[in-house]
């Protein structure tokens, strides 16, 4: 569940840590002593930087970081000193270094871009309605549906910080120059942007399985408390955010942000996340409990009981889908590292990760009954209007025909009466 991402086109990104090394590489060079009996100077050799050797040493480096995060190969490379200066690299650094892109694997990114892409458009599509008949309606104005607006707009704005990030990096522009990528200042914002939303909708879900199991506990009114819940889903993310700001500038400010070889702000940004993730599990496993205390209640009425009964069935198709993936594949983490395991965790946390928001948006405004029962009542609102209106028009044209017929009547006696007293008046 990494929640970092580069902000540059891939091959800028190569380039720029090539760029990166060189500069370091001719630093570290330029402190080192030199041999003063012969031997061979260190140097950069566009790929690589080899330190200062006496002759007859051998020197061994790894592969270049550009390349290890380009191809995930880590072997060794070496060089020789001789009296004529260096040797040749040997193994060749593209035997060592370089991989053959698998065509299955390029299959399976493009399927798992695919669909997290339909996913995250599919959400947003069913978000932004669900948010706009919650806001439209106001006998839906209550503090649970106020939840659910803030994680709906949690899900919306992750979904489109997700969708920008990919529409920059995944742009396959045959013209594509790397001095017009965005500055490391725009760049470093991106992604302290995208961080914040990631940690945002994490704790609005932490917030949803929070008030349910208040709800369920009964411990106090549910109306005074929805400013903690702010604080909580909005608060908090700001508060880790800024921490991962100053961690970035102070042990690890390079690049764009992007790289995580330091732990600590690696872990300041995924442990509250993964702190959510097993709160909001442990509070599953309450309320099914409690669920089944109460269900299992002889005083419980059948109108509680079947009230019960769905927010349990809300509960179970909800909470494991954010709760019960995520703690398993990040345990499992630093147990496995296999290509057969980052595949299916890629799979999970991307894909199914994607359809989280509309199947969210579906849970708790399409299916539930007050939203139903508002959309039905103004939905025969509506139609009741036009019949009326419609019957309005018939009957004022059935008048207007009506007085015409009258008013035509009456001109006809009038000019018969005219006539006559014409005609009289002449005899």
Not at 11 to 30: D, H, S, T, Y
């Amino acid at each position: 569940m990494d929640a970092t991402v580069s902000g540059r086109h891939p091959n800028c990104l190569f380039l720029f840590e090539l760029q990166l090394a060189e500069k370091e590489c001719w630093a570290k060079l330029e402190e080192e002593q030199v041999p003063e009996f012969g031997g061979c100077r260190g140097t950069w050799d566009n790929i690589s930087c080899w330190r200062h050797a006496e002759v007859g040493e051998v020197v061994v480096n790894t592969c270049p970081d550009a390349l290890k995060n380009l191809f995930g190969r880590d072997g060794k490379i070496s060089r020789n000193c001789t009296d004529d200066g260096w040797s040749v690299v040997y193994p060749s650094v593209h035997s060592e270094c370089y991989s053959e892109y698998k065509p299955d694997k390029l299959v399976f990114y493009t399927v798992v871009k695919t669909l997290y892409t339909l996913g995250h458009s599919l959400s947003l599509i069913a978000l932004i309605t669900g948010s706009t008949i919650l806001c439209l309606f106001r006998k839906l104005h209550c503090t649970r549906n106020y939840i659910h607006l803030n994680l709906f707009f949690s899900f919306i704005l992750r979904a489109i910080a997700v969708l920008i990030k990919d529409a920059i990096l995944f742009s396959h522009s045959e013209n594509m120059k790397c001095h017009e990528q965005p500055s490391l200042i725009g760049c470093k914002a991106s992604l302290v942007i995208f961080n914040y939303f990631v940690m945002a909708n994490f704790f609005w879900l932490l917030v949803e399985g929070l008030y349910l199991h208040t709800l369920l506990m009964v411990i106090f009114s549910k109306n005074r408390h929805f400013v903690v819940y702010l604080f909580i889903g909005w608060g908090f993310p700001t508060i880790f955010v800024i921490a991962w700001v100053i961690c970035r500038i102070y042990l690890e400010d390079r690049g764009c942000w992007e790289i995580n070889d330091a732990t600590v702000p690696w872990r300041v940004i995924n442990w509250p996340i993964m702190t959510s993730v097993v709160i909001n599990f442990i509070l599953f496993i309450s309320i099914i409990r409690i669920l089944v205390q109460k269900l299992r209640c002889p005083d419980v009425g059948g109108n509680d009981q079947s009230q019960y009964r769905r927010l349990a069935k809300s509960t179970l198709l909800l909470i494991p889908l954010f709760g019960v993936n995520y703690i398993v594949f990040v345990y499992m983490r630093e147990e496995s590292e296999s290509d057969t395991f980052q595949s299916y965790k890629i799979f999970f946390d991307l894909c199914i990760g994607s359809f989280q928001g509309l199947v969210v948006a579906i849970l708790y405004c399409f299916l539930n009954s007050e939203v139903q029962t508002e959309l039905k009542r103004k939905w025969r609102s509506v139609c009741l209007k036009r019949y009326i209106g419609r019957d309005y028009r018939l009957h004022s044209s059935s008048i207007s025909r009506n007085g015409a017929d009258n008013v035509a009547q009456f001109h006809r006696n009038s000019r018969a009466q005219s006539f006559l007293q014409t005609e009289t008046t002449v005899m």
